[in-house]
């Protein structure tokens, strides 16, 4: 029972947009730039600041090699939007970014993600994510650096009576 409240309750934060913060927390994106697993000495700051916060994480090598990352975060309330912009310098000196806009929508919400990697190409992310009567669905349209664009569209639908989800993930990729 407590398996299912907790299924059910994730993907009702999910679709009104909670899953956005939770994977800026854990997901990798470019902090493999400030990963390693030598021995190593890390430094971060935060800072709230009036519309949002900000961070900033300096990673030493015990070979004196640095890497680091600031993101500033900029919460708009009336507009419904929270931006993230992030910058990353990597042990090997180049520099990448992320910078994320998503909006509330009336069913849920939708981000914009543009990005630079370390050669200094660009690509984009384009997530638009619905509440359903039963669930939810999420388009999301990836174009890599390459020109490439992929495609993954997910549709959850839940039966409340079986206490019982169904995920379909279609995933496609155009050349």
Known sequence: MVKHWATTALVAWMAVG????????????????TRTTQP??????????ETGRTRSDTVTRADGATASRHAVVTKDTDAG????NVDYTGFDGKERSVDHVGTRTESGYTRETNYSAADGRTGSKSDV???????????????????????????????????????????????
């Open 18 to 33: 909670g899953a956005a913060e939770a994977r800026d927390n854990t997901r990798a994106h470019g902090s493999r730039a």
């Open 40 to 49: 190593h000495t890390r430094t971060t700051e935060r800072q709230r600041t």
């Open 81 to 84: 939007t929270r931006t993230r």
């Open 129 to 175: 994510i619905q509440r359903t009567e039963d669930g939810y669905s999420r388009n999301t349209t990836h174009t890599t650096p390459d020109g490439a664009t992929h495609t993954r569209d997910v549709d959850v639908s839940c039966d409340k009576d079986a206490k019982k989800c169904v995920k379909q993930v279609d995933v496609g990729q155009q050349p």
